[in-house]
């Protein structure tokens, strides 16, 4: 009975351990079940995130691609602007062959590597190549690879409001092999710019200002003169271009400059060794001034404010000069003959003269340093006053007989070299009209401003009643005057006759005297004192802060 009852309460025991163990079961499985039920909405929720995210991504990307498409201009002209930060740019315009013109009617372009020719609207063409690349891929520019390194175009080809930029895509400067200047072939930093205009192209060089520097002084300064003369210079022509560029003096809106004499002689001469160390001395040097200017020679009266009465320039001018003034330069003085009939026409011809006959020309006005301000013309009835030492050099032009310099040479020029002279007479008499030379003769070898003597090549060849002449020359003094006042010359024949001038210097006489500059050197002076000397006393200032 006992026995019986034992196996009883063990079975009852049994199944109540069965039953807490598949609860036990069931409540781990419901666990299990959770987790992992809860694992997948984790993944599930996971994954739409990410899905979102891949999405929002690629919408975003998709807008910025598109808003890439729209506005790559502006993207680039940005960049190409960050790229030109720090360093100054100028546009200079390159006139035709010996500066005679304005435009040209085809252009050859050539360099020792490839370059790229972008052809785009003339609103865009003063951009890099970069530029021009990216705006090829939305059809604004049309490109041509010059692997072989040259590159034609005739001012047909290029339409109105097409421009094109020729850009070297190495190191290489770029070339124009058919452009006449000093140097054969002229070689250009940076980029070249076609225009079209009615005329032909307008071609315009953009490159840095220090660059465009080098060349300047080179074509400006002989590389021999003293190194502090060639620093005084770089600064005078880096300030000259920073205030063009500044003022945009010329009216010319696609370019801030040009390269002749109109305003300073840029790449007539190749950059020298001397003129890049100039330029490197000085690096972003200039003087805090709207005006700078400088010319070639003066014949002597830098600093003299006493000479605006005729008589004294005249005694003044008559003086030999010393043998180191001016660095020797042979324009120091100069003598000019000029056909009394030959003025009478060009000044009909050039400055609308009414009369028909020159009997009487004077300096009427001079400044205090002794250069003539105003020229009266006057003959029968006539009269025509010319104002300015730029139209009075143009008005008694040497033309037909040139010009003799205080070492012996002869030469020849469009305009008289400077408005510091005093006006002769001389009767004709049968006389010659003193050394009319030969053009193989004549000084050919012209050094901004100044004339060479290379191994008297350029000697006058005289004949003896011409050495008599130039003898009466050299004596100012002989010569008779016709009249009392010492600032006109008159006549009193209906004949031709013979009007010479007593003149020295070379260049219109504003700012600094180059060969001046160079002799202040060679006495020791540095370039700030030269400076200091011609424009007065200031502190130089940087070409980023004008």
Not at 185 to 202: K, M, N, T
Not at 261 to 270: D, E, P
Not at 352 to 370: A, F, H, I, W
């Amino acid at each position: 009975m006992q026995h019986i009852q034992s196996n009883e309460i063990r079975s009852e025991e049994d199944v109540s351990n069965k039953r807490l163990r598949f609860k036990q079961r069931l409540t781990c499985g419901a666990a299990a079940a959770l987790v992992f039920a809860m694992t997948l909405l984790i993944f599930w929720l996971l994954w739409r995130y990410l899905r979102q995210a891949e999405e929002t991504m690629s919408g975003a990307q998709t807008e910025a691609q598109t808003e890439a498409q729209t506005d790559t201009a502006a993207r680039d002209r940005a960049e190409a602007q960050t790229a030109s930060d720090g360093a100054a740019m100028i546009r200079v315009r390159i006139l035709g062959d010996n500066y005679e013109a304005s435009s040209h009617s085809s252009l050859t372009v050539t360099s020792k590597s490839a370059f790229t020719v972008a052809f785009t609207t003339a609103d865009c063409c003063e951009e890099t190549a970069d530029f021009c690349r990216a705006r090829s891929e939305t059809s604004a520019c049309r490109l041509q690879y010059c692997t072989e390194g040259t590159f034609q175009i005739s001012a047909e080809e290029l339409s109105e409001g097409e421009a094109c930029v020729i850009t070297p895509d190495g190191d290489d400067l770029l070339v124009l092999p058919e452009l006449s200047r000093a140097q054969k072939a002229p070689e250009y930093d940076g980029q070249l710019l076609l225009y079209r205009e009615p005329d032909g192209i307008a071609l315009v060089n953009l490159l840095p200002l220090e660059a465009y520097l080098c060349s300047v002084v080179a074509s400006e300064m002989p590389s021999d003169y003293p190194q502090e003369a060639q620093l005084a210079q770089a600064v005078c022509a880096r300030t000259y271009a920073a205030n063009c560029i500044r003022r945009e003096k010329n009216s010319d809106n696609r370019a801030d400059l040009d390269d002749s004499v109109a305003f300073q002689v840029y790449n007539n001469q190749k950059a020298s060794e001397a003129s890049a160390r100039a330029v490197t001395a000085t690096a972003g040097e200039i003087l805090p001034l709207d005006e700078v200017l400088y010319y070639s020679t003066s014949c002597g009266t830098c600093g003299r404010e006493d000479l605006a009465d005729e008589a004294a320039f005249r005694s003044y001018l008559e003086e030999e000069p010393r043998a180191d003034a001016e660095y020797g330069s042979p324009w120091i003085r100069w003598e000019a003959v000029l056909s009394k009939d030959a003025l009478l026409a060009h000044l009909q011809a050039e400055f609308g003269y009414p009369g028909d006959s020159v009997e009487r020309l004077q300096v009427t006005k001079r400044l205090p340093n002794g250069q003539a301000q105003e020229l009266t013309a006057s003959g029968g009835g006539a009269s025509l006053a010319i104002e300015g030492e730029y139209q009075i050099r143009r008005a008694l032009a040497p033309t037909d007989s040139g010009l003799t310099l205080h070492n012996g040479q002869s030469a020849s020029l469009s305009m008289l070299p400077s408005a510091w002279f005093v006006l002769r007479t001389e009767p004709t008499s049968g006389s010659q009209s003193g050394q009319h030379m030969s053009p193989d003769t004549t000084a050919q070898n012209e050094t901004n401003g100044v004339f060479s003597d290379t191994a008297g090549q350029n000697e006058a060849i005289v004949s003896p009643d011409d050495a008599a002449q130039d003898e009466m020359m050299t004596s100012p003094a002989d010569i008779p005057h016709k009249e009392t006042d010492p600032s006109a010359w008159l006549s009193d024949s209906a004949d031709d006759e013979l009007i010479r001038l007593l003149g020295g210097g070379y260049g219109h006489g504003k700012g600094m005297s180059q060969c001046g500059a160079a002799q202040m050197a060679a006495d020791g002076a540095d370039y700030r004192e030269i400076l200091n000397y011609y424009f007065g006393e200031s502190e130089l200032s940087h070409v980023e802060d004008f």
